[in-house]
Structures are given as C-alpha cells and as structure tokens.
C-alpha cells in the first residue's frame, strides 16, 4: 500500500512537470541549500533585489538536477503507462522549451465556466469619399493643409440645365420679364466663393470673411435689385443678355465663444429654398420662394448657439435685396430661432418686420419642420405667411402684396448615389391659389457631380388675358403647364 501511495505521488508530479508546472514534492526532488537564498524558494531575481554573483554556479547546478530528475520522472511515466495500455506520453521537451497546448476539439462546446472567447474585432469603418475642391490644391505631403488648418474656405461649382417650359420662378424669370431662359441649355450658375469662418468656440475670439461671385442666367436674381438702379451690381453694366454677373454676398465677420455677427451683404434667412442651387434638391424653386421671400440683404445678422439643441438669429438691415444701398428708407428687422429636440427633427422659425424697401411695409413669417422617419426617409413642411401694404395685385402687376404659402417635401434615399424628391406647393397670393407638384432625383455618381431631372406641374385657375400681358403669361405658366426640367452640378 505504501508503495501504491509512493507510485500515485511520483506520477502526479510527473504530470505537474509536463505541464510546465516547477511545484516539486519534497519526496521526490530536493534542491542544493544555499545559504545565501530566500527560504522560500530558489533566490530568482526580483526587481529592487541585488543578484548575487557567487550563486550562477548553485543554479546551473540546480537547474542540472532538476533536468535529470525530470527525465527520470517521464521514463517512469512511460513504463507504467505501458504496462496500463495506455498511450505513451509526448516525447520529452528539451530544456527551455515550452510545449504548447493542444487546441481544443471543439471551440463551440466550450465547457460551462470557461472564459467566453474575445469578440471579434469590428470590421474598419469604410473612409468616405472626400469631395475634391479648389482647397485641396494646397494640401501637402505631411498630410496637412495650410488654408484648413487656418480656417479658410474657398469652392464653387458650375449648374447648367435645361427646361422646356417656364416655370414662374428662377426658370425662364417667371413669366413676368421679356427675357426667355427656357427650351434651351444655359449655364444657370457660374459660382466661385472664398472666405475665412469665424470660429469663436475653438479659438475665443475670431474674425472671417466671406465673398461670393456668379456667371449665369440665374445672374439678375442674386443681383441686388432692392437697390436704386445703378448701385452694387444692380443695372450699373454687369448684365450681358441673359447672362449677368452678381455679387450676392461680401461681409466680415467677428466670433467670441457661441455668438457671431455678420456686417455686410450677405443671403437672407428666411425661408427653406436657396439662392445657391446645390444647396436644393430640386432644379426649379418654389413661388413661394421667388415671389414672396428676400434673396440677400445688407446689414447686421447675429447668431447666439444657446446650447446644442438651441440657436437664436437677430438683425437689423436694410429691407429687401439690397445691397450696401437702401431704397425708400428701407429699415427692418429680423428674428429667428431653430430648435433640434432630437437629431430626427428640427424646427425653425423666422420673422422679418417694418420697411422692406421696394415692397413696402409689412412682416414675414416663415416656420420650418423636417422630420427623419427612418434612415431612408425625411419630410419638410413649411409654412409662409406675408402682409404688406405695397397696393399691388400678383394676377396683374406679378408683384404679390399678400400671400400664404404652404409646402411640403418627401424624400426617400434609394443608395448613396440615388435620392428621390416629391414637392407639393399651394401659393395663394391676393386671393388667387396657385399649385404645384415637382418629383424627381438625384443621381450622384460622384461627390462632386449631381444629375437632377425633375417634372413639374403647374395649374390654377387664372383667367386668360391679353397677349403679352401679366396676367397672360401667369395664366401660360400655372393654367394646367406641364415643365420638363433638368440640369447638372459640377462641384469644386
């Protein structure tokens, strides 16, 4: 019995050795004493403790016997484990060498308490394509670029683009100027910009700038033509047929911390549609927004981000589409505010009010909601309402005096490259509706290109006039008028 005990004893510390395990029995192996060691074990450096020179010799010799009795150890374990008809043991591993452990049979039968097995590593984000700009041509081989890394911005872009019919708004002038921009291709917007952000949150205290130039048909609506003729670049030379120049926006700026304040000449903030075509979805623009919004005016805007969902505009300029010139005392002001409750919606609202220059006297209110659905899908609803007491009627003179406009858009994102659009509009402008419905898409093979063909109907019931008047070219645009449009961005 005391031999069967003895035998169990040498074969479990065999197995403590070949799994790399050093825990020795004091029956089987006994280390040479040194005096100089720790009596807890062998004297293995430890940081902040000297090694002592004399003891190399008492290791190798330690290390020696260990060896040997290691070997004696498995030459036993081999026996006895021929003699039970068991497998023999892995052949011995040198010295110094650590046998690596076998892999286990089956990763998914993992056995209850083992440690779970790491996640997988996410897959690396896919870099989006960078659109190219004029900007990019000062990057550099380190990976930086001088105007970026100061705060400058310079782009623009070219739009060109065909409708078959007028549309009562940018596209042919609306129906209320002798110049016909329609059934042919024209180059709408020529667009260089250059300027510098004032970022008052990262640096404190800062200063930009901002000026905008354009060639193209849409040329006389970004022009100032709220000034007295022959001011800026209203009728002062700058017109070439259909063609003319305009520069609708030239300001400075100065940012401390969340607040900014903008002098000079510069876009209004009203309403949802743009002057600038790449910032729409689609190539025609709103009634609402030809005839019954600002484009630009001249002044002092202010902007104050309260907090992160909240942020207040306030200012005061001179009325309607000036530009650094003011027409019959023109002298308003401006409020707004727009306010994010979730990264799904926003709201805006904005109201301009007093001597709007050219139109008259009066207050425009414009109130924005869009709403993200799903990742795919997005709705904007606007509201408009303008009061004047300018006297003039929209059927006759294409100058409306009172309007309301409501509008509401759908948009649904096929891929990254494809995007459709849906706009229904109803314009009522001194008692007469207007209606509009506009679908069409975006195609985007590139950051830098945009193909948008759209089609748009126009009806109403307006009566018919004589030939060559007002009233009859509103009557060939909204009376059941069917517009074929589109047109192709190229941005730099």
């Known amino acids: 019995m005391r031999y069967r005990i003895m035998d169990l004893i040498r074969q479990g510390t065999s197995a403590a050795l070949l799994l790399g395990g050093f825990a020795l029995g004091t ?16 004297a293995f450096y430890q940081p902040g403790n000297a090694r002592p020179s004399d003891h190399n010799e008492v290791y190798r010799q330690a290390g020696a016997r260990l060896n040997m009795q290691r070997q004696q150890h498995m030459a036993q374990h081999r026996f006895i484990a021929m003699q039970q008809g068991q497998a023999p043991a892995p052949p011995d591993v040198p010295a110094g060498e650590a046998q690596a452990p076998a892999p286990p049979a089956d990763n998914a039968a993992a056995k209850e308490g083992d440690k779970p097995a790491a996640p997988a590593a996410a897959p690396a984000e896919e870099k989006k394509e960078e659109p190219w700009s004029i900007v990019s041509l000062f990057d550099d081989d380190a990976g930086g670029n001088w105007m970026k890394d100061n705060g400058y911005i310079m782009g623009g872009w070219l739009a060109a683009g065909y409708s078959n019919h007028p549309d009562g708004s940018f596209t042919g002038n609306g129906p209320f100027v002798n110049q016909r921009e ?3 291709f024209n180059l709408n917007q020529g667009y260089l910009f250059f300027g510098k952000v004032a970022d008052g949150v990262k640096n404190g ?19 100032a033509f709220g000034n007295n003729p022959g001011r800026w670049d209203y009728l002062n030379g700058w017109d070439h047929g259909i063609y003319e120049w305009a520069m609708p926006q030239l300001y400075g700026e100065i940012a401390m911390d969340t607040v900014s304040l903008k002098l000079g000449h510069f876009y209004t903030p009203h309403g949802y549609e743009v002057v600038t075509t790449p910032d729409n979805f689609f190539f025609s623009k709103q009634i609402t927004f030809y005839n019954s919004e600002p484009f630009t005016h001249t002044g002092a805007m202010a902007n104050w981000k309260a907090a992160d969902e909240i942020s207040f505009m306030a200012g005061w300029v001179l009325g309607w589409d000036t530009g650094f010139d003011q027409f019959r005392n023109g002298n308003m002001g401006m409020f707004g505010v727009t306010y994010n409750p979730s990264d799904k919606t926003s709201l805006v609202y904005t109201v301009g009010f007093g001597n709007f220059g050219w139109r008259g006297t009066g207050s425009i209110n414009s109130a924005i909601v869009s709403h993200k659905w799903t990742d795919k899908l997005q709705s904007v609803h606007q509201f408009d309402v303008l009061q004047t007491n300018n006297g003039t009627d929209f059927l006759t003179s294409g ?6 406009g409501q509008i509401n858009y759908l948009f649904y994102d096929l891929s990254e490259t494809l995007r459709l659009g849906l706009r229904q509009e109803w314009y009522k402008a001194d008692g007469a509706s207007y209606n509009t419905i506009t679908y069409g898409v975006n195609i985007k093979p590139t950051q830098n290109l945009v193909i948008r063909p759209e089609m748009r109907h126009n009806f109403g019931n307006t009566p018919a006039g004589a030939p060559g008047t007002i009233t009859n070219n509103i009557n060939d645009v909204f009376g059941h008028n069917d517009v074929f449009g589109v047109d192709v961005i190229v941005k730099f």
């Not at 205290?205 to 022009?223: H, K, L, T």
């Not at 100058?399 to 309301?404: E, K, L, R, V, W």
């Open 27 to 42: 029956s089987s192996l006994a280390l040479a004493e040194d005096g100089n060691a720790p009596q807890n074990g062998p």
């Open 205 to 223: 205290v800062d200063w930009g700038f901002r000026a905008d130039i354009n060639y193209g048909v849409d040329g006389n609506d970004m022009q």
């Open 182 to 184: 329609f059934a042919s």
């Open 399 to 404: 100058i409306a005096g009172d309007s309301t």
